[in-house]
């Protein structure tokens, strides 16, 4: 996986953090200085996959500003020729247009677990599919998602 973000940002990646759920040797950072350069970095690592076999098949690029279509679609495009999965992580009321999907995560409290994982993930825009929401649990053990079944009624 490679992470783009901008140097001003105050939060940051910890690999400790990241353990439960990632190998954190398997994830390169890259910071950039605005958002124009971690544009392009992106495109580059999205489209990267075409000539190096994949090897990146993750790209996660944090938004700071609302993306134009033109951005947009160049990212889409990248993805597409480099066969690589890309990721905005774009704060809340500032989407774009030139999305394929877009989710909204939240947490879901459960009183019956102290250390609930369990999270609401709402696919709100689809362009080739249907829309819903689902309850997801990361279970540490599989290191995998669950869908939470609904509670019978």
């Not at 124009?36 to 996660?60: H, I, K, M, Q, R």
């Amino acid at each position: 996986m490679f992470w783009i973000r901008e140097t001003w940002l105050a939060d940051t990646l910890h690999p400790l953090g990241l353990t439960s759920f990632r190998d954190p040797t398997l994830i390169l950072t890259a910071v950039t200085q605005d958002q124009t350069d971690s544009l392009a970095v992106a495109e580059e690592a999205l489209s990267d996959g075409a000539s190096n076999a994949g090897a990146l098949p993750y790209v996660v690029i944090e938004i700071t500003r609302p993306l134009n279509l033109r951005e947009g679609r160049r990212l889409q495009l990248a993805a597409k020729a480099g066969g690589t999965t890309g990721l905005c992580v774009i704060p809340e009321g500032m989407g774009s247009n030139a999305a394929e999907t877009r989710w909204r995560a939240s947490p879901v409290f459960d009183a019956q677990r102290e250390d609930s994982t369990l999270m609401r993930w709402e696919n709100i825009k689809n362009k080739s599919g249907t829309i819903g929401a689902w309850d997801v649990r990361w279970d540490s053990e599989t290191r995998r998602l669950h869908v939470v079944s609904a509670a019978a009624l």
